[in-house]
């Protein structure tokens, strides 16, 4: 399974971004879909995931702000991020399990947030 970032970029405290991720490959067993990120100096953390029937779970630092989604007909999944926060500024990166015990990285998209 390959996968394909992308969305990222440099926006001011307060403003939007939408990640895209997309699968290519063996994708018919991809099951749960998710977004982690990395900061400098931290270590990678989860941000978001949606299982294949839609359930979603969320960091406690991102609930109400970021809204994880999935088109299974087009192997993507995506991140909307609102009222981003100099906080949020990190290494995205997108995550797919697949099989059983299988999951596969990104690329990475970096998002800055300024002040």
């Known amino acids: 399974v390959q996968l394909q970032a992308s969305g990222g970029g440099l926006v001011q405290a307060g403003g939007s971004l939408r990640l895209s991720c997309a699968a290519s490959g063996s994708t018919f067993s991809i099951n749960a879909m998710g977004w982690y990120r990395q900061a400098p100096g931290k270590q990678r953390e989860l941000v978001a995931v949606i299982s294949s029937g839609g359930s979603t779970d969320y960091a406690d630092s991102v609930k109400g702000r970021f809204t994880i989604s999935r088109d299974n007909a087009k192997n993507t999944v995506y991140l909307q991020m609102n009222s981003l926060k100099p906080e949020d500024t990190a290494v995205y990166y997108c995550?797919?399990?697949w099989g059983v015990g299988y999951n596969y990285w990104g690329q990475g998209t970096l998002v800055t947030v300024s002040s």
């Open positions: 995550n797919v399990g």
